[in-house]
Protein backbone atom coordinates (compact mmCIF):
# COMPACT_ATOMS: atom_id res chain seq x y z
CA UNK A 1 0.00 0.00 0.00
CA UNK A 2 1.44 3.25 -0.80
CA UNK A 3 0.18 6.69 0.92
CA UNK A 4 0.22 10.02 -1.08
CA UNK A 5 -1.25 13.09 -0.59
CA UNK A 6 -3.63 15.33 -2.65
CA UNK A 7 -3.91 17.57 -5.07
CA UNK A 8 -7.53 19.44 -6.13
CA UNK A 9 -8.82 20.54 -8.95
CA UNK A 10 -12.15 22.56 -7.51
CA UNK A 11 -15.55 22.40 -9.68
CA UNK A 12 -18.24 24.96 -9.62
CA UNK A 13 -20.90 24.25 -7.38
CA UNK A 14 -23.44 24.16 -10.12
CA UNK A 15 -20.90 21.38 -11.90
CA UNK A 16 -21.52 19.29 -8.88
CA UNK A 17 -25.28 19.53 -9.04
CA UNK A 18 -27.15 17.36 -6.24
CA UNK A 19 -24.12 14.95 -5.05
CA UNK A 20 -23.93 16.77 -2.34
CA UNK A 21 -27.46 16.87 -1.13
CA UNK A 22 -28.18 18.34 2.47
CA UNK A 23 -27.79 15.26 4.18
CA UNK A 24 -24.19 15.08 3.71
CA UNK A 25 -22.98 17.56 7.11
CA UNK A 26 -21.40 21.08 6.75
CA UNK A 27 -18.27 19.79 8.86
CA UNK A 28 -17.73 15.99 9.96
CA UNK A 29 -16.79 15.97 13.09
CA UNK A 30 -15.14 12.67 14.24
CA UNK A 31 -13.70 14.42 17.63
CA UNK A 32 -10.43 15.74 19.22
CA UNK A 33 -8.92 11.93 19.43
CA UNK A 34 -9.31 11.05 16.26
CA UNK A 35 -7.27 13.16 14.10
CA UNK A 36 -4.61 11.70 11.51
CA UNK A 37 -2.03 12.32 13.74
CA UNK A 38 -3.91 9.78 16.88
CA UNK A 39 -2.10 6.77 17.12
CA UNK A 40 -4.59 4.13 16.45
CA UNK A 41 -4.23 2.24 19.52
CA UNK A 42 -4.81 5.63 21.35
CA UNK A 43 -7.83 7.00 19.25
CA UNK A 44 -11.35 7.44 20.20
CA UNK A 45 -13.75 8.43 17.55
CA UNK A 46 -17.14 10.21 18.21
CA UNK A 47 -18.45 9.67 14.71
CA UNK A 48 -17.15 9.56 11.61
CA UNK A 49 -18.89 10.39 8.51
CA UNK A 50 -18.23 8.15 5.02
CA UNK A 51 -19.14 8.81 1.54
CA UNK A 52 -19.78 5.70 -0.94
CA UNK A 53 -20.85 6.04 -4.53
CA UNK A 54 -24.54 4.19 -4.33
CA UNK A 55 -27.55 3.76 -2.70
CA UNK A 56 -27.24 0.81 0.00
CA UNK A 57 -30.18 -1.44 -1.69
CA UNK A 58 -30.63 -3.96 0.71
CA UNK A 59 -28.73 -5.56 3.94
CA UNK A 60 -29.88 -9.19 3.22
CA UNK A 61 -26.15 -10.90 2.40
CA UNK A 62 -27.94 -13.01 -0.14
CA UNK A 63 -29.22 -10.05 -2.03
CA UNK A 64 -25.89 -10.36 -3.61
CA UNK A 65 -25.19 -6.65 -3.49
CA UNK A 66 -22.34 -4.74 -5.10
CA UNK A 67 -19.98 -3.28 -2.34
CA UNK A 68 -22.12 -0.45 -1.21
CA UNK A 69 -24.51 -2.80 0.34
CA UNK A 70 -21.93 -4.92 1.95
CA UNK A 71 -19.34 -2.45 2.85
CA UNK A 72 -22.00 -0.77 5.15
CA UNK A 73 -23.45 -4.86 6.10
CA UNK A 74 -20.24 -5.83 7.07
CA UNK A 75 -19.73 -4.42 10.64
CA UNK A 76 -23.40 -5.15 11.12
CA UNK A 77 -23.50 -8.81 10.78
CA UNK A 78 -22.68 -11.51 13.08
CA UNK A 79 -19.65 -13.84 11.54
CA UNK A 80 -18.01 -16.61 12.88
CA UNK A 81 -14.83 -15.37 11.24
CA UNK A 82 -14.57 -11.73 11.26
CA UNK A 83 -11.35 -10.13 8.78
CA UNK A 84 -9.12 -7.84 10.40
CA UNK A 85 -7.54 -4.87 8.96
CA UNK A 86 -4.69 -7.12 7.68
CA UNK A 87 -7.30 -9.56 5.93
CA UNK A 88 -6.49 -12.01 8.25
CA UNK A 89 -9.81 -13.81 9.26
CA UNK A 90 -10.08 -14.27 12.89
CA UNK A 91 -12.88 -15.67 15.27
CA UNK A 92 -15.63 -13.64 16.27
CA UNK A 93 -18.31 -14.97 17.23
CA UNK A 94 -17.28 -18.50 17.68
CA UNK A 95 -14.24 -18.98 21.19
CA UNK A 96 -12.98 -22.42 20.54
CA UNK A 97 -12.26 -24.64 17.00
CA UNK A 98 -11.43 -28.19 16.45
CA UNK A 99 -10.94 -30.33 13.07
CA UNK A 100 -11.20 -34.03 12.65
CA UNK A 101 -7.87 -35.84 11.91
CA UNK A 102 -8.61 -35.87 8.82
CA UNK A 103 -9.93 -32.50 8.29
CA UNK A 104 -14.01 -33.74 7.12
CA UNK A 105 -15.54 -32.56 10.59
CA UNK A 106 -15.03 -28.88 12.50
CA UNK A 107 -16.64 -28.75 15.61
CA UNK A 108 -17.02 -24.76 16.78
CA UNK A 109 -18.38 -23.36 19.95
CA UNK A 110 -20.12 -19.84 20.06
CA UNK A 111 -18.74 -17.62 22.66
CA UNK A 112 -20.14 -17.68 25.67
CA UNK A 113 -22.62 -14.72 26.40
CA UNK A 114 -23.23 -13.44 22.34
CA UNK A 115 -26.17 -11.71 22.03
CA UNK A 116 -27.37 -9.85 18.82
CA UNK A 117 -27.93 -5.68 19.95
CA UNK A 118 -31.29 -6.39 21.11
CA UNK A 119 -30.43 -8.82 24.20
CA UNK A 120 -31.32 -11.84 22.51
CA UNK A 121 -29.07 -14.57 22.41
CA UNK A 122 -27.07 -16.35 19.58
CA UNK A 123 -27.69 -19.44 18.77
CA UNK A 124 -26.13 -22.53 16.69
CA UNK A 125 -29.86 -22.46 14.54
CA UNK A 126 -28.83 -18.96 13.40
CA UNK A 127 -25.56 -19.94 12.00
CA UNK A 128 -27.55 -23.27 9.97
CA UNK A 129 -30.47 -20.89 8.98
CA UNK A 130 -27.31 -18.48 7.66
CA UNK A 131 -25.64 -21.21 5.79
CA UNK A 132 -28.39 -22.50 3.99
CA UNK A 133 -30.15 -19.18 2.74
CA UNK A 134 -26.63 -18.70 1.22
CA UNK A 135 -26.37 -22.21 -0.76
CA UNK A 136 -30.41 -21.68 -1.75
CA UNK A 137 -29.86 -18.15 -2.87
CA UNK A 138 -26.67 -19.68 -5.22
CA UNK A 139 -24.21 -16.71 -4.32
CA UNK A 140 -20.84 -17.40 -4.71
CA UNK A 141 -21.74 -20.82 -3.68
CA UNK A 142 -18.53 -22.09 -5.46
CA UNK A 143 -16.88 -20.95 -1.91
CA UNK A 144 -18.91 -23.34 -0.38
CA UNK A 145 -18.83 -26.23 -2.47
CA UNK A 146 -16.89 -28.76 0.39
CA UNK A 147 -19.04 -28.11 2.94
CA UNK A 148 -21.37 -30.72 2.50
CA UNK A 149 -24.04 -30.18 5.73
CA UNK A 150 -24.05 -27.59 9.14
CA UNK A 151 -25.76 -28.76 12.43
CA UNK A 152 -26.65 -27.42 15.35
CA UNK A 153 -26.04 -29.27 18.37
CA UNK A 154 -28.03 -27.71 21.16
CA UNK A 155 -27.64 -23.66 21.10
CA UNK A 156 -24.14 -23.24 21.47
CA UNK A 157 -22.20 -25.70 19.10
CA UNK A 158 -21.72 -25.81 15.31
CA UNK A 159 -20.44 -28.98 13.27
CA UNK A 160 -19.63 -28.11 9.92
CA UNK A 161 -18.96 -31.83 7.30
CA UNK A 162 -17.02 -31.15 4.81
CA UNK A 163 -16.41 -33.34 1.25
CA UNK A 164 -12.90 -32.58 1.37
CA UNK A 165 -9.89 -30.79 3.33
CA UNK A 166 -10.83 -27.47 2.89
CA UNK A 167 -8.22 -24.46 3.68
CA UNK A 168 -9.67 -21.95 2.77
CA UNK A 169 -12.84 -22.79 4.87
CA UNK A 170 -11.97 -19.33 7.40
CA UNK A 171 -11.70 -17.48 4.02
CA UNK A 172 -15.30 -18.69 3.23
CA UNK A 173 -16.88 -17.69 6.33
CA UNK A 174 -15.73 -14.18 6.97
CA UNK A 175 -17.21 -13.18 3.90
CA UNK A 176 -20.62 -11.27 4.03
CA UNK A 177 -22.83 -14.18 2.61
CA UNK A 178 -22.41 -16.11 5.95
CA UNK A 179 -23.77 -12.57 7.77
CA UNK A 180 -25.80 -13.99 10.95
CA UNK A 181 -28.93 -12.67 12.16
CA UNK A 182 -31.74 -14.45 14.69
CA UNK A 183 -33.41 -17.34 12.47
CA UNK A 184 -36.76 -16.44 14.20
CA UNK A 185 -37.02 -12.76 13.72
CA UNK A 186 -36.50 -13.46 9.98
CA UNK A 187 -39.08 -16.23 9.66
CA UNK A 188 -42.08 -14.05 11.65
CA UNK A 189 -41.21 -10.79 9.50
CA UNK A 190 -40.06 -12.33 6.11
CA UNK A 191 -36.78 -11.77 5.12
CA UNK A 192 -37.66 -8.73 3.12
CA UNK A 193 -39.51 -6.72 6.39
CA UNK A 194 -37.06 -8.07 8.50
CA UNK A 195 -33.63 -6.34 6.42
CA UNK A 196 -34.90 -3.39 6.78
CA UNK A 197 -34.29 -2.75 10.31
CA UNK A 198 -31.75 -5.84 11.22
CA UNK A 199 -30.29 -6.57 14.89
CA UNK A 200 -26.69 -6.78 14.86
CA UNK A 201 -24.10 -9.19 16.27
CA UNK A 202 -21.42 -7.46 15.00
CA UNK A 203 -19.06 -4.15 16.54
CA UNK A 204 -21.90 -1.65 14.97
CA UNK A 205 -25.94 -1.61 14.75
CA UNK A 206 -28.22 0.17 12.43
CA UNK A 207 -29.85 3.25 13.95
CA UNK A 208 -31.10 4.97 10.91
CA UNK A 209 -31.59 3.89 8.08
CA UNK A 210 -34.86 4.21 4.67
CA UNK A 211 -34.26 1.60 1.80
CA UNK A 212 -33.95 4.10 -1.01
CA UNK A 213 -32.58 7.06 0.89
CA UNK A 214 -29.22 8.66 0.86
CA UNK A 215 -28.24 8.15 4.66
CA UNK A 216 -27.72 5.61 6.99
CA UNK A 217 -26.53 5.69 10.55
CA UNK A 218 -24.79 2.62 12.68
CA UNK A 219 -23.61 2.89 16.41
CA UNK A 220 -21.54 1.08 18.48
CA UNK A 221 -23.31 -2.21 19.62
CA UNK A 222 -23.38 -2.07 23.25
CA UNK A 223 -24.16 -5.73 23.20
CA UNK A 224 -20.56 -6.74 21.54
CA UNK A 225 -18.46 -9.01 22.70
CA UNK A 226 -15.90 -6.03 22.82
CA UNK A 227 -15.83 -2.14 22.81
CA UNK A 228 -15.30 -0.42 19.51
CA UNK A 229 -13.20 2.57 19.16
CA UNK A 230 -15.85 4.67 17.05
CA UNK A 231 -19.14 5.39 18.76
CA UNK A 232 -21.04 6.59 15.32
CA UNK A 233 -20.94 5.91 11.38
CA UNK A 234 -22.50 7.91 9.24
CA UNK A 235 -23.10 6.76 5.77
CA UNK A 236 -24.00 9.13 2.77
CA UNK A 237 -24.09 8.78 -0.81
CA UNK A 238 -22.36 11.51 -3.18
CA UNK A 239 -22.05 9.47 -6.43
CA UNK A 240 -20.12 11.61 -8.47
CA UNK A 241 -16.15 10.57 -7.02
CA UNK A 242 -15.69 14.16 -7.58
CA UNK A 243 -18.11 15.66 -5.70
CA UNK A 244 -16.33 12.99 -2.91
CA UNK A 245 -13.06 14.03 -3.39
CA UNK A 246 -14.14 17.74 -2.64
CA UNK A 247 -16.15 16.83 0.09
CA UNK A 248 -13.53 14.74 1.53
CA UNK A 249 -11.07 17.91 1.32
CA UNK A 250 -13.65 20.32 2.64
CA UNK A 251 -14.22 18.38 5.98
CA UNK A 252 -18.07 17.45 5.26
CA UNK A 253 -16.89 13.85 5.10
CA UNK A 254 -13.83 11.99 7.03
CA UNK A 255 -13.62 8.96 5.05
CA UNK A 256 -14.14 7.20 0.96
CA UNK A 257 -13.61 4.45 -0.35
CA UNK A 258 -13.53 5.35 -3.87
CA UNK A 259 -11.96 8.57 -5.40
CA UNK A 260 -10.65 9.80 -8.85
CA UNK A 261 -7.46 8.86 -9.58
CA UNK A 262 -6.32 12.58 -10.10
CA UNK A 263 -6.51 12.86 -6.30
CA UNK A 264 -3.21 11.49 -5.99
CA UNK A 265 0.18 13.33 -6.08
CA UNK A 266 3.44 13.34 -4.32
CA UNK A 267 3.19 16.49 -2.22
CA UNK A 268 2.36 15.72 1.51
CA UNK A 269 -1.20 16.80 2.79
CA UNK A 270 -1.73 16.99 6.99
CA UNK A 271 -5.55 16.91 6.26
CA UNK A 272 -5.96 13.98 3.79
CA UNK A 273 -3.81 11.12 3.54
CA UNK A 274 -5.18 9.06 -0.03
CA UNK A 275 -4.57 5.47 0.01
CA UNK A 276 -3.81 3.17 -3.05
CA UNK A 277 -5.44 0.37 -1.69
CA UNK A 278 -4.23 -2.91 -3.86
CA UNK A 279 -6.77 -5.18 -3.87
CA UNK A 280 -6.86 -8.55 -3.73
CA UNK A 281 -8.00 -9.08 -7.76
CA UNK A 282 -7.83 -8.51 -11.39
CA UNK A 283 -9.58 -6.05 -13.87
CA UNK A 284 -10.46 -8.21 -17.21
CA UNK A 285 -13.04 -8.73 -19.81
CA UNK A 286 -15.67 -11.58 -19.69
CA UNK A 287 -17.56 -12.73 -22.15
CA UNK A 288 -20.73 -13.81 -22.46
CA UNK A 289 -20.85 -17.73 -22.79
CA UNK A 290 -24.66 -18.53 -22.94
CA UNK A 291 -26.65 -19.33 -26.00
CA UNK A 292 -28.33 -15.73 -26.11
CA UNK A 293 -24.82 -14.06 -26.94
CA UNK A 294 -25.39 -12.59 -30.19
CA UNK A 295 -21.73 -12.01 -31.25
CA UNK A 296 -21.00 -15.13 -33.19
CA UNK A 297 -17.68 -13.66 -33.50
CA UNK A 298 -17.06 -13.76 -29.50
CA UNK A 299 -18.09 -16.84 -29.39
CA UNK A 300 -14.79 -18.34 -31.11
CA UNK A 301 -12.27 -19.29 -28.81
CA UNK A 302 -9.29 -18.15 -31.62
CA UNK A 303 -10.94 -14.90 -31.74
CA UNK A 304 -10.96 -14.39 -28.12
CA UNK A 305 -7.10 -15.70 -27.95
CA UNK A 306 -6.53 -12.71 -30.84
CA UNK A 307 -8.43 -10.10 -28.25
CA UNK A 308 -6.18 -11.16 -25.67
CA UNK A 309 -3.14 -10.96 -27.44
CA UNK A 310 -3.14 -7.55 -28.90
CA UNK A 311 -3.40 -5.85 -25.67
CA UNK A 312 -1.39 -3.81 -24.30
CA UNK A 313 -1.96 -4.61 -20.68
CA UNK A 314 0.65 -1.81 -19.53
CA UNK A 315 -1.06 0.86 -21.61
CA UNK A 316 -4.17 0.01 -19.82
CA UNK A 317 -2.56 0.26 -16.48
CA UNK A 318 -0.29 3.68 -17.06
CA UNK A 319 -2.85 5.87 -19.25
CA UNK A 320 -5.89 4.09 -18.24
CA UNK A 321 -5.43 3.63 -14.88
CA UNK A 322 -2.32 6.52 -14.05
CA UNK A 323 -0.03 3.97 -13.85
CA UNK A 324 -1.25 2.62 -10.55
CA UNK A 325 -2.05 -1.18 -11.03
CA UNK A 326 0.31 -3.87 -12.63
CA UNK A 327 -0.49 -5.17 -16.02
CA UNK A 328 -1.44 -9.06 -15.63
CA UNK A 329 0.36 -11.44 -17.18
CA UNK A 330 -1.54 -14.12 -14.98
CA UNK A 331 -4.85 -14.86 -14.21
CA UNK A 332 -4.73 -15.07 -10.57
CA UNK A 333 -3.89 -11.76 -8.49
CA UNK A 334 -0.57 -11.32 -7.34
CA UNK A 335 0.04 -9.57 -4.15
CA UNK A 336 -0.22 -11.97 -1.15
CA UNK A 337 -0.33 -14.95 -3.38
CA UNK A 338 1.91 -17.60 -2.73
CA UNK A 339 1.28 -19.62 -6.23
CA UNK A 340 1.45 -17.21 -8.54
CA UNK A 341 2.94 -17.66 -12.09
CA UNK A 342 2.73 -15.71 -15.25
CA UNK A 343 0.60 -17.92 -17.96
CA UNK A 344 -0.36 -15.81 -20.71
CA UNK A 345 1.63 -15.79 -24.03
CA UNK A 346 4.57 -13.45 -23.59
CA UNK A 347 4.29 -13.06 -19.55
CA UNK A 348 1.19 -10.96 -21.16
CA UNK A 349 3.01 -8.40 -23.10
CA UNK A 350 1.36 -7.42 -26.83
CA UNK A 351 1.79 -9.46 -29.98
CA UNK A 352 0.37 -7.60 -33.11
CA UNK A 353 1.24 -9.88 -35.57
CA UNK A 354 0.20 -13.13 -33.62
CA UNK A 355 -3.10 -11.56 -33.16
CA UNK A 356 -3.53 -10.96 -36.52
CA UNK A 357 -2.42 -14.69 -37.29
CA UNK A 358 -4.81 -16.21 -34.79
CA UNK A 359 -7.69 -13.45 -36.29
CA UNK A 360 -7.10 -14.62 -39.85
CA UNK A 361 -7.95 -18.59 -38.60
CA UNK A 362 -11.42 -17.48 -38.50
CA UNK A 363 -14.18 -16.18 -40.19
CA UNK A 364 -13.92 -12.74 -39.24
CA UNK A 365 -10.03 -12.09 -40.47
CA UNK A 366 -10.48 -8.72 -40.97
CA UNK A 367 -12.68 -7.37 -37.94
CA UNK A 368 -16.19 -6.75 -36.27
CA UNK A 369 -17.94 -4.96 -33.85
CA UNK A 370 -19.45 -5.26 -30.41
CA UNK A 371 -20.81 -3.55 -27.65
CA UNK A 372 -18.57 -3.00 -24.54
CA UNK A 373 -20.23 -2.48 -20.92
CA UNK A 374 -18.04 -1.06 -17.99
CA UNK A 375 -19.71 0.13 -14.69
CA UNK A 376 -19.11 3.86 -14.61
CA UNK A 377 -16.83 3.71 -11.81
CA UNK A 378 -13.83 6.13 -11.63
CA UNK A 379 -11.52 5.78 -14.66
CA UNK A 380 -13.23 2.15 -15.77
CA UNK A 381 -14.67 3.63 -18.87
CA UNK A 382 -11.11 5.46 -19.67
CA UNK A 383 -9.49 2.34 -19.39
CA UNK A 384 -12.21 0.79 -21.37
CA UNK A 385 -11.01 2.91 -24.12
CA UNK A 386 -7.65 1.82 -24.26
CA UNK A 387 -8.72 -1.58 -24.61
CA UNK A 388 -10.83 -0.46 -27.57
CA UNK A 389 -7.91 1.27 -28.84
CA UNK A 390 -5.60 -2.06 -28.89
CA UNK A 391 -8.25 -4.05 -30.27
CA UNK A 392 -9.00 -1.67 -33.04
CA UNK A 393 -5.54 -2.27 -34.40
CA UNK A 394 -6.71 -5.92 -35.37
CA UNK A 395 -9.77 -4.65 -37.14
CA UNK A 396 -12.38 -5.07 -34.05
CA UNK A 397 -14.58 -2.18 -33.00
CA UNK A 398 -15.39 -2.21 -29.58
CA UNK A 399 -17.94 -0.05 -28.66
CA UNK A 400 -17.59 1.14 -25.33
CA UNK A 401 -20.92 1.60 -23.25
CA UNK A 402 -20.29 2.83 -19.18
CA UNK A 403 -23.42 2.18 -16.94
CA UNK A 404 -24.35 2.48 -13.87
CA UNK A 405 -23.44 -0.31 -11.37
CA UNK A 406 -27.31 -1.24 -11.25
CA UNK A 407 -27.79 -1.28 -14.80
CA UNK A 408 -24.54 -3.82 -15.55
CA UNK A 409 -26.37 -5.99 -12.75
CA UNK A 410 -29.40 -5.84 -14.35
CA UNK A 411 -28.03 -6.52 -17.96
CA UNK A 412 -25.28 -9.03 -16.93
CA UNK A 413 -28.13 -10.92 -14.43
CA UNK A 414 -30.58 -10.95 -17.70
CA UNK A 415 -27.61 -12.08 -19.83
CA UNK A 416 -28.21 -9.51 -22.25
CA UNK A 417 -24.59 -8.38 -22.86
CA UNK A 418 -21.86 -9.12 -25.26
CA UNK A 419 -18.83 -8.91 -23.40
CA UNK A 420 -17.99 -6.63 -20.26
CA UNK A 421 -15.30 -5.26 -18.37
CA UNK A 422 -15.20 -5.74 -15.04
CA UNK A 423 -12.87 -7.46 -12.06
CA UNK A 424 -12.91 -10.42 -10.24
CA UNK A 425 -12.01 -9.35 -6.61
CA UNK A 426 -11.58 -12.47 -3.91
CA UNK A 427 -9.81 -12.76 -0.77
CA UNK A 428 -7.63 -16.11 -1.72
CA UNK A 429 -6.00 -17.12 -5.33
CA UNK A 430 -8.15 -20.34 -5.52
CA UNK A 431 -11.28 -18.70 -4.54
CA UNK A 432 -10.59 -15.84 -7.17
CA UNK A 433 -10.00 -18.71 -9.22
CA UNK A 434 -13.34 -20.39 -8.05
CA UNK A 435 -15.32 -17.45 -9.12
CA UNK A 436 -13.93 -17.74 -12.49
CA UNK A 437 -14.10 -21.49 -12.97
CA UNK A 438 -16.07 -23.02 -10.57
CA UNK A 439 -19.85 -24.08 -10.65
CA UNK A 440 -21.70 -21.79 -8.78
CA UNK A 441 -18.61 -19.21 -9.33
CA UNK A 442 -20.05 -15.55 -9.62
CA UNK A 443 -18.52 -14.97 -12.66
CA UNK A 444 -19.34 -19.13 -13.77
CA UNK A 445 -22.98 -18.02 -13.08
CA UNK A 446 -22.45 -14.41 -14.66
CA UNK A 447 -21.29 -15.91 -17.79
CA UNK A 448 -21.85 -18.97 -18.59
CA UNK A 449 -18.15 -20.40 -18.36
CA UNK A 450 -18.29 -24.36 -18.28
CA UNK A 451 -15.36 -26.52 -18.00
CA UNK A 452 -15.21 -29.46 -15.98
CA UNK A 453 -11.42 -29.98 -16.10
CA UNK A 454 -10.95 -26.47 -14.67
CA UNK A 455 -13.35 -27.74 -12.09
CA UNK A 456 -11.49 -30.63 -10.70
CA UNK A 457 -8.27 -28.74 -11.03
CA UNK A 458 -9.48 -26.37 -8.51
CA UNK A 459 -11.23 -29.13 -6.58
CA UNK A 460 -7.55 -31.04 -6.14
CA UNK A 461 -6.16 -27.79 -5.52
CA UNK A 462 -8.56 -26.50 -2.88
CA UNK A 463 -8.28 -29.69 -0.55
CA UNK A 464 -4.35 -30.25 -0.58
CA UNK A 465 -2.06 -28.10 1.61
CA UNK A 466 1.09 -29.21 -0.52
CA UNK A 467 1.93 -25.63 -2.11
CA UNK A 468 3.97 -27.23 -4.47
CA UNK A 469 1.21 -29.57 -5.67
CA UNK A 470 -1.00 -26.08 -5.45
CA UNK A 471 1.42 -24.67 -7.82
CA UNK A 472 1.50 -27.49 -10.34
CA UNK A 473 -2.27 -27.63 -10.58
CA UNK A 474 -2.79 -23.81 -10.90
CA UNK A 475 -0.62 -23.33 -13.42
CA UNK A 476 -2.30 -26.23 -15.41
CA UNK A 477 -5.92 -24.20 -14.93
CA UNK A 478 -4.10 -21.04 -15.60
CA UNK A 479 -3.04 -22.59 -19.11
CA UNK A 480 -6.76 -24.18 -19.72
CA UNK A 481 -7.98 -20.77 -18.78
CA UNK A 482 -5.96 -18.85 -21.49
CA UNK A 483 -6.54 -20.94 -24.39
CA UNK A 484 -10.31 -20.53 -24.03
CA UNK A 485 -9.82 -16.88 -22.94
CA UNK A 486 -13.68 -16.43 -21.68
CA UNK A 487 -12.20 -14.13 -19.81
CA UNK A 488 -9.34 -11.67 -20.89
CA UNK A 489 -6.80 -10.64 -17.60
CA UNK A 490 -5.78 -7.01 -17.79
CA UNK A 491 -3.99 -5.27 -14.68
CA UNK A 492 -3.95 -5.55 -10.79
CA UNK A 493 -6.89 -4.68 -9.26
CA UNK A 494 -7.09 -1.18 -6.97
CA UNK A 495 -9.33 1.73 -5.20
CA UNK A 496 -8.36 5.16 -4.29
CA UNK A 497 -9.56 5.85 -0.60
CA UNK A 498 -8.99 9.23 1.41
CA UNK A 499 -9.37 9.66 5.12
CA UNK A 500 -9.29 12.45 7.41
CA UNK A 501 -9.28 10.43 10.53
CA UNK A 502 -7.16 8.09 12.98
CA UNK A 503 -6.08 5.64 10.75
CA UNK A 504 -7.64 2.14 11.22
CA UNK A 505 -10.52 2.55 13.73
CA UNK A 506 -13.00 2.37 10.67
CA UNK A 507 -11.90 1.46 7.10
CA UNK A 508 -11.32 -1.00 4.68
CA UNK A 509 -9.45 -3.85 5.30
CA UNK A 510 -5.66 -4.41 3.45
CA UNK A 511 -5.71 -5.25 0.52
CA UNK A 512 -9.58 -5.26 0.29
CA UNK A 513 -12.90 -3.53 0.45
CA UNK A 514 -14.37 -5.62 3.83
CA UNK A 515 -15.13 -2.39 6.32
CA UNK A 516 -12.79 -2.94 9.42
CA UNK A 517 -13.88 -1.17 13.08
CA UNK A 518 -11.45 -1.14 15.84
CA UNK A 519 -12.16 -2.75 19.15
CA UNK A 520 -11.02 -3.32 22.15
CA UNK A 521 -9.98 -6.31 22.86
CA UNK A 522 -9.16 -6.90 19.52
CA UNK A 523 -9.90 -10.22 17.50
CA UNK A 524 -8.46 -12.69 18.99
CA UNK A 525 -5.53 -14.49 17.15
CA UNK A 526 -6.77 -17.98 15.63
Same mark, same amino acid.
Given at each position: ?46 ? !? ?6 ? #? ?41 ? !? ?89 ? #? ?38 ? !? ?68 ? *? ?105 ? *? ?119
Amino acid at each position: MTTMSLRLVLRPAAVLGLALAASVPALANPGPNCTLATPTDKAECAT !VTMAIGAR #TTSLDPSAGGPSTDYQPMYPQQGLLYRYDINLVPRMDLIEAES !VSPDGLTITQTIRKGAKYSDGTPVLAEDVVFAFERWRAAGISSAFIAPIKSVTAQGDGTIVWSLSSPYPDFKHAIASHFLGIHPKKQIQEK #TPAEYFKKPVSAGPLMLSEWTPGTDQMVLKANPHYWAKPH !VQELRIVVIPDPTSRLLALQQGSVDYVYTLPLNAASRNDDSKVTIINHAEPGTFMLAVNNYQGQPNAALK *DKKVRQAMSLVIDRKRVADIGFFGIPEPACAYAFKPGNPYFQCSLPNDGRPDVAAAKARLAETAWPTGFSFEMIVPARPQWAEAAQVVAADLAKIGITANVKPLPDA *DITTRIRARNYELVFFRNAVQTPILQLRNWFFPGGAWVVNSGFENPTAAALLTEAGSSSDPAKIKDLLRKLELLAVDDSSYIPLTSQFSLSGIRHARGVVEAVRPGEYLFVKTTPALPAN
